[in-house]
C-alpha cells in the first residue's frame, strides 16, 4: 500500500493506493494518524483503493474519531462503487463527507 | 491504556514457541476467541478431553498453517486456554482437534481426525454467500473467526418500548427482500432490511423479529425433488451451528467477512427509527444430527455435556431435529446465558424468542423441572434484565405449556390457543364465543397472574398458512417439499370460502380479502402483544404449502408487487396499525377487573351481542361485540375514546346496537370490513359518524369497529 501525505492550503491530502487489509492497517494508521494530528481538514483519496478489510475500515473510523475530538472534518474522496457499499452496508459511510474528487473535497470542507 | 504501559506488562509477550508460532500460557475466561494485544486469548473447555491442539488455518485455506498442540500445564481446570501472539485477526481461522475416548454408550464421541469449530465462535466462515458451491473435499467446513468488538454505536440505545405498545412483525431476513420486486440493491440480506426501512415505519411496526440468523449451514440435507428437480434446501435456518455467530450468507459484505458490523448497523438504524429487534433463538437442538449426523463442533468437543443422551448413549430427540440440546447442564446453562448476554451487550438486542421452549424446561433426561434452573437464570439476569423473553412454550416431545410456562414474572409466550380460537371463529366454528371473550381480553383464562403481556398474539406465523392461503385452502398442499405432502401440521382450522386454492369467482375473492381484513382487526383489536407474519399484510401466499421450510424461491419471497395489487389490504393493514398504536385503550398492561373503577358510568370492557348489553354466548352463537371505556385506558391513567367492536361471523348480515355512549360523545365508523375500500378503513381522527347512532348493518362475516368521542 501506498501512502502519499500532502498540504495544499492549510489541508491535508492524502492519497492511499493498494489494497487497506489488515496486513497494510498498521502502517497506514502508524502514517496518517500523526499526519492528521492537529490539523482540521483531512481528504483522503481512495481513487486508487481496490480492496478494504475490517481493519482498514477501523483506520478510517480512528482517523475520524481523532478529528472530531478536535473539531476537525475529513472527507473521502473517489471510492469505487463497491467499496462505497461496503462502507454503507457496515455503517461506516455516514460519519464522513463525500466528494468525488479533491477539488470537491476542498468545497466540501467549507 | 498508553502504549507503553501496554508493552510494560510481562504477560504480553510470548513464552513459547511453536514451529515460528509464538505463544504463552492464556486466560481461561472469557470462552472463545478473545483479542489481546499482540494476540489472541483462546479457551476451551471439555469436561473429558485428555488433549487439545489449537489448529490454525489462514482464511479458506484447505490446510492449517499450524497445529499447535497445548502444553499440559496450559490446561486450568478442564479449559485449555493459550495466548498466540502476532496473528493476522482477519486473515485466520481456527479450529481445534481433541483427544480422548470413543465410546458412545458411555457418552463419549471424541476424534482427533475432526477440526472442531469452537462453540464459542464470533462469526464462522465457510458459508459467506448464501447458497455459493461449498468445497466439499475440505475437512473444515463451518471455520470459526475472530470478531472485531469495537463497533462505533455512537448515542444508540435500546427502544424499551413497554412490551404491551409492541406490534411484532415476524420476518425471514431473505424472504423480505430476495424477490426481484423489492429493488434494493443487494437483495436477501441484512443490508437490505436497512434499505426497507421506511417500509416498516410506514407499516407501523415496531418489533422486528427475525428468524434464525445464527450460521447455519442452507446446505445441510439439500436434496432434489424428486419430480421437479427443485434444489430443496435448509431456507429456515433452525438449525444452528454457532450459537455466537450471525449468519454470513445473510450478509451483502459476507464475502468480506463483516457480517457483524452489517447486522450491527442494521440494528443502529432500526433503533434509530423507533424499531426493536428480537432474535428466533434456537438453542433447543444443533445442526449435529443424532448418532448418524456429522461431527462439527459441540459433539467432539464434549459430547456428554452439551446433548441429552439416553443411557445406551443415543440422543433424546425433544426437538424432532435429531437430538437435544443439554440446556439445564450448568455448563450449557451458562453457554446459553454468556450467548444471550453477548447478543444483548455486542448487539443491542431488545429480546429474544425461543424456538421449542419447552426443552428449555427439561433436566438432563429429558423431564419436566417444576423450576428449571435455566428459565429462571434468564428470568433473573441483570444484563437481560429489559430484553422481551418471549417462548414458543411447546417442543416436539409432547411438551405443551402455553399458560403454564415457568414464567417468573418475565416470560411472554406464543399463545397458540389465540391462534387456534381467532381461526375456528373466523370459519364461524359454533361453540367459540366465550373462548374468544377471553382471547381479545389478553387471555386472563391463561394468564391470570402474568397479565396480557404475557400473551404474544397471532393469527399466523412462519409455522404454517399464511394468511391469504388460510382462507383459500382447507387443506395443506406440501407437495413441493418432496415428502408426499406427509409434511405440516394437519389441523389448521383454515377455510377456504368454497373453492380450494385460486379461483376467479369474485364472490369467493371477495370473502377471501374480507377474512384477512377480520383476522388483521381481531388481532389488532385485542388486548395482548400482535403479531404478524411479514408479507401477510400483502395477501401473501404460499400456494397452500405450510411449511415451506426447504424452498428458497418465489414461495418464499416476498413479491413487492402484491402491495400495489392488494393495495386494499396493504392499506387496511397500515391503518389498523397505527390504530392500535393511537388507542391505548388497546394496549392494557394489566386485566380489565369488568367493574367501573373510575367512575364513568361503564365497565372498562363490557360484552353486547347484537343487542347492547346482551352477549350471546350459545353453542350457535357467532356473533360477539365488546365495549371498551376509553377513561379506564391502562387503569385510568390516560384517557382514550371509547372503541367498540362488533364481529359478525354470522353467514347472513346482521343489525347490530352499539350501545349508548355518554352524554355529548358520538359514535364514529372506523373500519367496516363489510365495505369495499376505501370505505373500509378510514383515516384517524377524521372517522366518519355513524348515521343511526345505536344501529348498524354489519354485512355477513364482517367486523365493525367505532370510536366514541
Not at chain 2, 456 to 483: M, P, Q, R, W
Request: hydrophobic residues 35%.
Amino acid at each position: 500500500m501506498q501512502v502519499t501525505i500532502k498540504s495544499i492550503n492549510g489541508v491535508v491530502l492524502i492519497e492511499l493506493e493498494g489494497s487497506l487489509d489488515g496486513k497494510t492497517a498498521p502502517e497506514v494508521q502508524k502514517q496518517v494518524l500523526p499526519s492528521a494530528e492537529g490539523q482540521n481538514k483531512v481528504i483522503l483519496d481512495m481513487t486508487r483503493v481496490h480492496y478494504i478489510s475490517s481493519a482498514g475500515l477501523r483506520v478510517l473510523l480512528l482517523l475520524y474519531r481523532q478529528l472530531k475530538a478536535k473539531g476537525g472534518k475529513i472527507v473521502l474522496v473517489g471510492m469505487m462503487e463497491e467499496i462505497r457499499d461496503v462502507m454503507s452496508n457496515t455503517g461506516l459511510l455516514n460519519f464522513f463527507l463525500i466528494a468525488d474528487s479533491p477539488k470537491g473535497g476542498i468545497e466540501a470542507l467549507g | 491504556m498508553p502504549e507503553q504501559m501496554l508493552d510494560q506488562r510481562i504477560d504480553y509477550y510470548p513464552t513459547h514457541e511453536y514451529q515460528g508460532f509464538q505463544f504463552r500460557p492464556g486466560r481461561p475466561i472469557p470462552f472463545g476467541a478473545t483479542l489481546v494485544p499482540n494476540g489472541v486469548n483462546f479457551s476451551i473447555f471439555s469436561s473429558a478431553a485428555t488433549s487439545c491442539t489449537l489448529v490454525l488455518f489462514e482464511k479458506r485455506a484447505s490446510k492449517p498453517v499450524v497445529e499447535i498442540p497445548f502444553p499440559e500445564e496450559f490446561r486450568i481446570g478442564n479449559v485449555y486456554c493459550m495466548i498466540v501472539f502476532d496473528l493476522d485477526v482477519e486473515n485466520i481461522e481456527y479450529g481445534y482437534r481433541m483427544g480422548g475416548p470413543w465410546d458412545p454408550i458411555a457418552g463419549h464421541r471424541f476424534d482427533k481426525t475432526k477440526i472442531l469449530c469452537d462453540p464459542y465462535a464470533k462469526a464462522i466462515g465457510g458459508r459467506d454467500v448464501w447458497l455459493q458451491p461449498p468445497d466439499w473435499n475440505n475437512l473444515y467446513q463451518y471455520r470459526a473467526r475472530l470478531a472485531f468488538e469495537d463497533f462505533d454505536w455512537e448515542e444508540d440505545r435500546h427502544p424499551e418500548i413497554p412490551i404491551e405498545d409492541l406490534v411484532i412483525y415476524e420476518m425471514h431476513v431473505r424472504s423480505f427482500t430476495r424477490h426481484p420486486s423489492s429493488g434494493v440493491k443487494y437483495p436477501g440480506t441484512f443490508a437490505a432490511i436497512r434499505e426497507k426501512i421506511p417500509y416498516l415505519k410506514e407499516l407501523g411496526v415496531n418489533g422486528l423479529e427475525l428468524m434464525p440468523i445464527f450460521e447455519f449451514d442452507e446446505w445441510e440435507n439439500n436434496r432434489q425433488h424428486p419430480e421437479t428437480g427443485e434444489l430443496l434446501v435448509n431456507y429456515w435456518g433452525y438449525s444452528t451451528l454457532g450459537f455466537f455467530a450471525p449468519k454470513g450468507g445473510y450478509a451483502a459484505t459476507g464475502k468480506y467477512g463483516m457480517q457483524v458490523d452489517e447486522l450491527k448497523t442494521l440494528i443502529k438504524d432500526l433503533h434509530k427509527n423507533g424499531i426493536e429487534v428480537i432474535l428466533d433463538v434456537v438453542f433447543n437442538h444443533t445442526a449435529e444430527g443424532d448418532h448418524r449426523g456429522h461431527t462439527i463442533s459441540f459433539r467432539g468437543v464434549d459430547n456428554k455435556t452439551y446433548y441429552m443422551l439416553t443411557p445406551d448413549g443415543y440422543y433424546f430427540n425433544f426437538s424432532g431435529c435429531g437430538n437435544t440440546l443439554n440446556c439445564n447442564h450448568p455448563v450449557v446453562r451458562n453457554v446459553v446465558l454468556d450467548c444471550l448476554r453477548y447478543w444483548a451487550s455486542e448487539y443491542h438486542l431488545d429480546g429474544f424468542r425461543f424456538d421449542l421452549a419447552s426443552i428449555l424446561g427439561r433436566d438432563p433426561m429429558g423431564y419436566p423441572l417444576s423450576n428449571p434452573p435455566l428459565l429462571e437464570t434468564l428470568a433473573h439476569d441483570p444484563i437481560l434484565a429489559r430484553c422481551k423473553l418471549i417462548a414458543e412454550a411447546w417442543d416436539a416431545g409432547g411438551l405443551y405449556q402455553v399458560g403454564s410456562f415457568p414464567a417468573y414474572g418475565r416470560w411472554a409466550e406464543w399463545n397458540g390457543k389465540y391462534r387456534d380460537t381467532i381461526r375456528k371463529f373466523l370459519k364461524s366454528e359454533p361453540g367459540q364465543v366465550g373462548e374468544l371473550s377471553y382471547r381479545i381480553q389478553g387471555s386472563p383464562d391463561l394468564y391470570e397472574h402474568r397479565g396480557p403481556t404475557a400473551s404474544i398474539n397471532f393469527v399466523t406465523c412462519h409455522d404454517g398458512f399464511t394468511l391469504y392461503d388460510l382462507f383459500s385452502y382447507n387443506d395443506k398442499h406440501n407437495e413441493a417439499n418432496g415428502e408426499n405432502n406427509n409434511d405440516g401440521a394437519n389441523d389448521n382450522n383454515s377455510w377456504n370460502g368454497g373453492w380450494e386454492g385460486e379461483t376467479d369467482d369474485p364472490g369467493i375473492n371477495s370473502l377471501r380479502r374480507r377474512q384477512i381484513k377480520n383476522a388483521l382487526t381481531i388481532l389488532l383489536i385485542s388486548q395482548g402483544v400482535p403479531m404478524i407474519f411479514a408479507g401477510d399484510e400483502a395477501g401473501r401466499t404460499q400456494n397452500g404449502n405450510n411449511n415451506a421450510y426447504c424452498h428458497d424461491t418465489e414461495m418464499n419471497w416476498f413479491d413487492w408487487s402484491l402491495l400495489e395489487r392488494n393495495a386494499d389490504l396493504f392499506r387496511y393493514a397500515k391503518r389498523f396499525i397505527h390504530f392500535r398504536h393511537a388507542h391505548p385503550a388497546l394496549r392494557n398492561r394489566y386485566h380489565f377487573q369488568h367493574r367501573d373503577y373510575v367512575g364513568s358510568g361503564y365497565p372498562d370492557i363490557s360484552f353486547h351481542g347484537t343487542q347492547a348489553w346482551n352477549c350471546d354466548w350459545s353453542f350457535d352463537s357467532r356473533v360477539f361485540a365488546f365495549l371498551l371505556c376509553g377513561k379506564h385506558a391502562k387503569q385510568g391513567s390516560v384517557e382514550d375514546d371509547f372503541i367498540y367492536g362488533g364481529i359478525n361471523m354470522h353467514w347472513d348480515a346482521l343489525h347490530f346496537q352499539p350501545p349508548y355512549l355518554p352524554e355529548g360523545m358520538k359514535w364514529h365508523i372506523f373500519s367496516n370490513t363489510g365495505m369495499p375500500a376505501p370505505e373500509d378503513v378510514h383515516e384517524i381522527g377524521r372517522e366518519p359518524i355513524l348515521a343511526e347512532q345505536n344501529n348498524i348493518l354489519v354485512g355477513p362475516r364482517s367486523i365493525i369497529v367505532l370510536v366514541g368521542r
